[in-house]
């Protein structure tokens, strides 16, 4: 402390992270899970991460985990001064060919999450599904989603088939908007590209093309799915949360999708409004990666775009490239109200996931 004055201006403030993942072993997830399926996970030769990339550069980029809570409160709560992590078990059951497989690793991951964070501390989560069988993913919800710390669902966009607004996937958005559950989605560059994008994951000479576009294209094409599909009009109690694409994609989707309905009405008879209402009304992008566009006023122009209001703050840690709460929020200083900051980095989350702070 110095002069009475926080020794970081973040700590005086409220800071809800949207997208914190935990790191599970695969020898430790198979405790959570029965044979033979524990047997399967723990063998040598299985790998539920399957691309051939190298994301480390060779190991020149340092690796971290998230593996206790000693460590979230150390290195989330007290070093980038969060109050409220929401934590999600990082795993893309939904590109795994095996699907009671993926069904049996989807209770034992949220088992996981109960016993080992949430059981004995007041942290928040997102439950895990297997969108290969809607039904029992929703059935999953109905077991563990009336839980106080379990505050939304976990969905990889970067592996379901079909996209997650198709309409098998209505029993999955009812059992949300039963349990007042937050979709949120994800993508991923080196577990589910492979799948859902494999001839350009081959086509690509270099991991860095995969990382630039992976989040982009997945987040992408599920917007405009729930979009033309209509979710949104057929569950208006819901809002949809999106992960780790940053927000530079947004303005153009919303404008295009405008166009889009406006010139093909009869392939989108759902929507009784224009889709950028949808999405402002409805969507919430996480500023996770931030993006360094070389002029600073463009990041403040393209903030003010998408607006205070559906904003969140994301730092996606342990992850290499997660974001400081800093950094995003020297430009929110710059651009936004003392009023808008405070909406972005802990407000929207807290109305949008019904946080009990």
């Known amino acids: 402390m110095s002069g009475g004055q926080p020794t970081s201006v973040l700590e005086s403030e409220t800071i809800v992270d949207t997208d914190v993942h935990l790191s599970v072993p695969e020898e430790e997830l198979a405790r959570y899970v029965d044979r033979p399926y524990r047997d399967w996970l723990t063998a040598p030769d299985v790998q539920l991460k399957s691309s051939e990339w190298d994301p480390t550069l060779g190991g020149k980029i340092e690796s971290r985990s ?33 699907t009671d497989a993926a069904l049996e690793l989807m209770v034992g991951s949220n088992d996981y999450l109960f016993d080992r964070f949430l059981d004995d501390n007041d942290y928040l989560g997102l439950a895990t599904v297997a969108t290969q069988k809607p039904d029992r993913a929703a059935e999953e919800l109905d077991r563990v989603g009336d839980h106080d710390q379990i505050v939304g669902v976990f969905l990889p966009t970067t592996g379901p088939t079909p996209p997650l607004g198709d309409p098998e996937y209505d029993v999955l958005y009812e059992a949300m908007a039963d349990h007042d559950l937050t979709p949120v989605y994800h993508g991923a560059a080196n577990s589910g590209f492979d799948v859902g994008f494999p001839k350009y994951n081959q086509a690509f000479e270099k991991f860095i093309s995969v990382h630039v576009n992976a989040h982009l294209w997945s987040q992408a094409m599920t917007l405009t799915s729930l979009v033309v599909q209509g979710v949104p009009e057929k569950f208006p109690d819901l809002d949809f949360v999106f992960l780790e694409a940053g927000i530079g994609w947004v303005p153009y989707m919303m404008f295009r999708l405008n166009k889009e309905a406006a010139m093909r009405r009869s392939e989108v008879p759902l929507l009784e409004r224009e889709p950028e209402e949808y999405i402002r009304e409805s969507m919430y992008f996480a500023s996770q990666p931030l993006g360094e566009p070389m002029d600073g006023e463009h990041m403040q122009s393209l903030l003010d775009m998408v607006g205070a209001e559906s904003l969140l703050f994301a730092s996606d840690y342990p992850h290499w490239d997660f974001d400081h709460p800093s950094e995003l929020d020297a430009h929110l200083r710059a651009r936004f109200t003392p009023e808008e900051r405070s909406m972005v980095l802990h407000e929207n989350a807290t109305r949008v996931f019904d946080l009990p702070v």
């Open 66 to 98: 998230l593996l206790t809570p000693d460590q979230l409160e150390r290195d989330v709560m007290e070093t980038l001064h969060v109050d409220h992590p929401i934590l999600n078990v990082f795993r893309n059951l939904s590109r795994l060919s095996g």
